[in-house]
Nanobody
Framework: QVQLVESGGGLVQAGGSLRLSCAAS????????MGWFRQAPGKEREFVSA????????FYADDVKGRFAVSRDNAKNSVYLLMNSLKPEDTAVYYC?????????????????????WGQGTQVTVSS
């Protein structure tokens, strides 16, 4: 079974940057597709970004495209989300999630139901 642990959240001013990390254990990391989702208070969980198991395919939600960058280091069993130009509306709990051998397209990789393992989440708060 895969275990995921996020880190790197915190409080940042609007326009600032944060880098989230997600460390995986329990399974060969290079066989896992990874996603980032977020949930703001009173809102449903939403897709942020995803990266294929080899790292050569990435997807982004429209409202983070050009500001966020997802990457992974399979040798370190980790996936990262670099968040630049942060806005107050980016405030949320951010979750990394693992999916196993799903098709690599935006529809499939943006659906939370396709991700079977989730981390505990890390809080990101952007002040105005």
């Amino acid at each position: 079974q895969v275990q995921l642990v996020e880190s790197g959240g915190g409080l940042v001013q609007a326009g600032g940057s944060l880098r989230l990390s997600c460390a995986a254990s329990g399974r060969t990391f290079s066989t896992i597709d990874m996603g980032w989702f977020r949930q703001a208070p009173g809102k449903e969980r939403e897709f942020v970004s995803a990266i294929s198991r080899s790292g050569d395919i990435t997807f982004y939600a429209d409202d983070v495209k050009g500001r966020f960058a997802v990457s992974r280091d399979n040798a370190k069993n980790s996936v990262y989300l670099l968040m630049n130009s942060l806005k107050p509306e980016d405030t949320a709990v951010y979750y990394c999630a693992a999916a196993f051998f799903i098709p690599h397209n935006i529809v499939t990789m943006s659906q939370s139901g396709n991700f079977g393992v989730w981390g505990q989440g890390t809080q990101v708060t952007v002040s105005s």
